[in-house]
């Protein structure tokens, strides 16, 4: 392939150069912002030669080299684990989903900064989080007048750019050509106190360009690469996540015959992983007709629900696609450009158009508790999973709230309905549905103690039932207030005992 | 007075009627909407003869003889407090603050559904909350041709007027006439999948029109009342309120020197209380000129502001005044209705309008914990105070989400800073700063473990200090996750504690 039919803008050309080259730019100690939504769109040769770099320092006696790691959100093992395994990531934001940096923020080695995603831009631009110094982003391809053509997701990308003061280009020859014209940037949104409506009324409409845009004169190195994303494949459905998705979609067509929700429901948002992609497997087979999406992920389930028919039109910030989804995609590219738009994510999960599109949130969670509080981030307590991502962006400002896991994990050691989350992402006041194969709990209009009865009835494990119910009526009877009742001798016990015995 | 001039639509003459006659049309076990907020608006003299009307069924023998109460937020004791006492309020939403309500929900006689402020009127609309049966509305007048003028707070009356079945009106003649004009109702709402972009850009902009409407067919009673609003006086700020304000005013002027606020700071929302109302004090004596305010109530210290000059403008939805300023008021109400527009409590404390103005949101709290969570609604985790209100609002979709308290309470014998909040309303995901009397913690960007450490070197009182350094230390050092460590066994055990001994 000749290069120079992806890099059209001629005063680049002189700035190609190997990956090594390019991170040996990066100065230490310095706020990088790079690409990458899951693992899509991430850069995929400067980090890792940043990382040998970084190894390289260590090795001779800078045993703080290292530099601090904004992103779109996760990325891949090539970005967030190379630099990790290096020790080279000092501070890390805005989430991750990466073993070595699970391993090393849970060992106090990396300091994490675990935010909602459509804070992130906002937050940056606004100056709250320092001066970024260095932006590596990659791209399809650049237009003889600088336009870039976006990769597999868009992310914060567009903002680093912006406020980056040095640029570093990776140029992935792998990423089709055709993404063109699949993105819609919104340049230069005005900050208060100048904020003016976003003009979206619908998860198909576009209000920016489709290209990336940069000071091209801050482009200090243009990098080639020929790689392709790293997604894992989804497992396949099994019985627990039928059921869970066989009780959503009971709800779903409950609330429209009871006319609460219109008959091609509202904005599906869907979050990552089995369970959720289960989930959209369920709709796909579902009752429901004329579908749109308004989410942060494109995954595997959405495609297919595309392709069907049953999804009329999906916006995301970023493909999220298996490689056997992958390869669909890019030989049906055409009909998936008319139907897909990618934005950036302060778009994608910002608070004014969740709101008014009316998005029906379903994420996952690691635990809920007896009150409806939802714990998505941390395991017992004090260790990280991976973080809040945008499920409470979608939680906060959906019209349905809804939050979903088995009822238990570890073969029955743990219970996922708790009497108390051991962390708490998104409180009482944010989480109307709870779903878990066991059953569906409509907390809508409840007061606490009526919430209590029916997570507990509807979607504990029976194992833990009485456990549970032990715990409500020991609380009822303690002589503490009975807005919330709690022991607050046991509400974390549960977890304490885990840690203790291996055993909820 | 003529009570012609003030009901000038002749089809509701008929419909005028004593008080208990219309209380006896409200059906047992319906759910009523009730206008009020804070002690403004709220309806006078129904709600007496209905506790009334109650207590005589109660004594009768119908023991279970109720309503479900909707407001806006919280009332006065001619509402809360005479329906409570009844024993009249078998469910209440979305807030309340009243101390037999309060008594009662504790004592699991009343339920209470607590809920962001914002979410009441789309939930209620989107038919989540069940069917309104009736609405109680104050109005200060009725037009010929059926148009209301609004009283002294918004709240969620236009909802309650479209949605319920029947209509009682009451029409205080005791409310200022000059109060017409100051308000901007938006009608007809669309819902998703119609939303539209709210046209504010700007606190002091209007995009409806000042009156409330209703279907007149709906009115089954128009009673007359001539009372005033009961909103208390505040205390004077004192030395921990002034130094509160002090360390909040020297950060926003360290903002504004650095480019990240502009001069005259962002909009401003401001909770309601004692210290609150320090903070505008401090404000108003302070370096910040044309200053303006997108909040929830207007109290003492906004008035002060915008007669000094200092506040150019204030949207709100309630008028929470006391005596001496409400007085003052309606003395020079042609100044303020040029400065002041009072909304339904669906915009004052919309997602959309809270993120694209930029708020300042300035609320207080019970407790914060090292990591800066934030509970804002219970006492030692079971009991209820109040209630979220709009804290979440502003909180989560502002630009600056602020939380302040004194460091100790009851004579020092409990510290609002503490390992772990009983409860949680607002997380570490949502809490740019703390501040107490001892000093401010400015959090944003920080990992959890910086968090701590910043909380309790500066928020902390001195007398809690060691011992909160001795739980930091001791849960980094005990094999837990070190991304937020904690003791599980003694997150909560200050306030177990406090039970136990009436000393954390």
């Known amino acids: 392939m000749n ?58 006696g800078q ?22 395994k290096a020790h080279g990531i000092q501070m890390r934001l805005p989430y991750q989903s990466d073993p070595s940096c699970r391993q090393q923020i849970n060992a106090g080695q990396m300091r994490y900064t675990d935010m909602h995603l459509s804070h992130v ?20 391809g ?10 597999t997701s868009v992310g914060n990308n567009q903002t680093w750019l912006d406020l980056a003061q040095h640029i570093i280009l990776e140029v992935n020859l792998h990423q089709n050509p055709a993404l063109e014209g699949m993105h819609d940037m919104a340049h230069n949104m005005p900050m208060p106190p100048h904020g003016q409506p976003i003009a979206l009324t619908h998860p198909s409409e576009r209000i920016g360009t489709p290209y990336l ?15 392709p994303d790293r997604n894992s494949a989804f497992d396949a459905p099994n019985e627990v996540s039928a059921q869970i998705a066989g009780h959503l979609i009971d709800f779903l067509q409950d609330e429209v015959q009871a006319g609460r929700l219109p008959p091609s429901l509202l904005p599906l948002q869907s979050g990552v992983g089995n369970t959720a992609n289960a989930v959209l497997a369920g709709l796909n087979q579902g009752p429901f007709d004329q ?22 039109c999906a916006s995301a910030t970023a493909l999220s696609l298996s490689p056997t989804a992958l390869a669909e995609f890019n030989a049906n590219i055409d009909f998936y450009r008319q ?53 409470g962006d979608f939680a906060r400002n959906a019209r349905l709230s809804i939050f979903m896991s088995p009822s238990v994990a570890k073969g029955g050691k743990i219970s996922s309905i708790v009497p108390m989350v051991s962390h708490h992402d998104h409180t009482e006041h944010d989480v109307h549905i ?55 001798d046991e509400a974390l016990s549960w977890h304490s005992r885990y840690l203790k015995t291996g055993q909820m």
Not at 142 to 151: K, N, Q, T, W
Not at 447 to 474: G, K, N, W
Request: net charge neutral.
């Open 213 to 227: 845009q940069a000071d091209l004169s801050k482009v200090m190195a243009v990098v080639i690469t020929d790689h």
């Open 434 to 488: 709870i779903v878990t194969e066991q059953g569906l709990a409509d907390l809508r209009g409840l007061a606490p103690t009526q919430r209590a009865r029916l997570i507990v009835e509807r979607c504990a494990h029976p194992s833990f039932r009485p456990q549970l119910l032990d715990y409500m009526d020991r609380a009822q009877r303690s002589g503490a207030g009975l807005h919330t009742p709690h022991l607050l």
């Open 63 to 84: 045993t703080h080299a290292s530099i601090n790691l904004w992103t779109g959100a996760s990325t891949a093992p090539e970005l967030d684990g190379v630099l990790a």
């Open 121 to 140: 831009a906002p937050m940056a631009r606004a100056g709250f989080l320092g001066t970024l110094d260095v932006a590596v982003v990659e791209v399809v």
């Open 3 to 60: 290069i120079h039919k992806r890099i059209q803008n001629a005063a680049l050309h002189p700035k190609i150069m190997p990956a090594a080259q390019a991170a040996s730019l990066i100065p230490l100690g310095a706020n990088v912002g790079m690409s990458g939504f899951t693992g899509a769109g991430y850069p995929k040769a400067v980090p890792q030669a940043l990382a040998a770099r970084l190894s390289a320092l260590h090795a001779a």
């Open 291 to 312: 579908m749109t999406a308004y989410t942060e992920v494109l995954q595997d389930g959405m495609l297919d629900m595309l392709r069907s028919g049953k999804l009329s």
């Open 339 to 391: 139907r897909i738009v990618l934005r950036p994510e302060e778009i994608s999960n910002h608070p004014e158009l969740i709101r008014r599109l009316g998005v029906i949130a379903m994420n996952t969670m690691i635990e809920a508790d007896i009150y409806g509080n939802v714990n998505s981030t941390h395991i017992m307590g004090s260790a990280i999973m991976n973080g809040i991502g945008g499920s």
């Open 142 to 151: 650049i237009l003889p007048d600088g336009r870039m053509m976006a990769s």
